[in-house]
């Protein structure tokens, strides 16, 4: 695309948004952010740059009303809403469709109506596989989603690829491995990386489902805003893209490097494992490296030890 392209980044403040709206501002793109709420204007100016570039637009993803706004003049589209978790969508299943699936059908007709043509959704490495035929996971892997967060990705996966063959609008899908990075919630159930940091830090005792032997793959948010840039450069044929860092990591693995960080042990108390944890989940990301040139550059060491070092930094103000 066009070097200034305007660009609709949907869910623009949350942790992986913050990052993509800034390295799409860096790449010298006009941005237009839509999310529910808006940050005051001391923190928008602390949190980026070239704010001549940026628009920010409130509203609500599953009105119709709202999304024709924010979409009118814009040539393209970050979709990165998301109203669930894994970890809670089966509880929430009428509530996950209702606000990501049919939100998202609503978008793609809207995107159709305005004859916006490019798409990029952030759909979900880590649940839409299921259990792992083999490893690491590529992306003619079998999906069998163990979540309803995880069905609904898939769900618009499909929508998207209807939309292309019905209306020649592209979407270019990302299955995203697990993100980790500084400005990451370290409060909640979601995000094992900051929140471990968090608890180790303050002295609390890790909680892991399971025995601390399940295997994630991690990447660090400017490896996944780095992705996002080169996917909407990419002018090839394939819709589909893994991106992680392309290695399993443990939960023990991750405690043991936070205390190597530290420099102490710290406590760990483990809990009955959850049904709807897979337990390996590596992603094979050669496809990314070949058609789109890409790679993640930050190793877990590193990129945990500035996790800490931002804890820190706060924890001392």
């Keep these: 695309m066009d070097k200034r392209s305007r660009f609709l980044v949907l869910g623009g403040f949350g942790f992986i948004g913050r990052h993509t709206v800034r390295a799409l501002l860096k790449a010298g793109h006009a941005v237009r952010v839509f999310d ?27 009105q119709k009303q709202d999304i024709t706004a924010a979409l009118k003049d814009c040539d393209g589209c970050i979709h990165l809403v998301t109203t669930t978790l894994p970890a809670s969508s089966n509880d929430k299943k009428i509530f996950d469709v ?14 159709r109506e305005l004859d ?6 952030l759909s979900s490495g ?4 299921g259990n792992p035929v083999y490893l690491p996971i590529d992306e003619k892997h079998p999906t069998n989603p163990r979540s309803s ?3 609904t990705k898939l769900s618009i996966e499909k929508y998207c690829a209807l939309f292309n063959q019905l209306y020649g609008m592209k979407s270019v899908i990302i299955r995203l491995s697990n993100p980790y990075g500084p400005g990451q919630s370290h409060s909640g159930i979601q995000g094992a ?20 032997n399940v295997v994630r793959d991690y990447i660090y948010i400017d490896d996944v805003a780095e992705a996002i840039i080169s996917v909407i450069n990419y002018a090839g044929n ?6 992680g860092h392309g290695k399993g990591t443990s939960l023990k693995e991750i405690v043991s490097n936070i205390e190597a960080v530290i420099n102490r042990t710290v406590s760990v108390n483990y809990l009955e494992s959850r049904s709807l944890d897979v337990q390996t989940n590596i992603l094979d990301i050669s496809k990314a490296r070949n058609e789109l040139a890409w790679q993640p550059a930050m190793g877990l060491d590193r ?3 500035r996790v800490l070092d931002e804890l820190q930094e706060k924890k001392s103000d």
Excluded at 193 to 212: C, H, N, R, T
Excluded at 238 to 243: D, G
């Design 149 to 151: 967060y995880g069905i």
């Design 36 to 62: 529910r709420s808006a940050p005051s204007l001391d923190v928008l100016e602390q949190s980026f740059d070239n704010l001549e570039n940026l628009e920010v637009v409130t509203g609500d993803f599953t």
């Design 98 to 111: 209702q606000t990501n699936l049919i939100g998202t059908i609503q978008l793609l007709e809207t995107m």
């Design 126 to 129: 880590g649940t839409v596989y």
């Design 193 to 212: 990386i900051p929140v471990f940091a968090a608890k180790a830090l303050s002295g609390q005792p890790i909680e892991i489902w399971g025995d601390g």
């Design 238 to 243: 394939e819709t589909v893209f893994n991106i």
């Design 116 to 121: 916006i043509k490019k798409l990029v959704f």
């Design 303 to 305: 990129g945990i030890r």
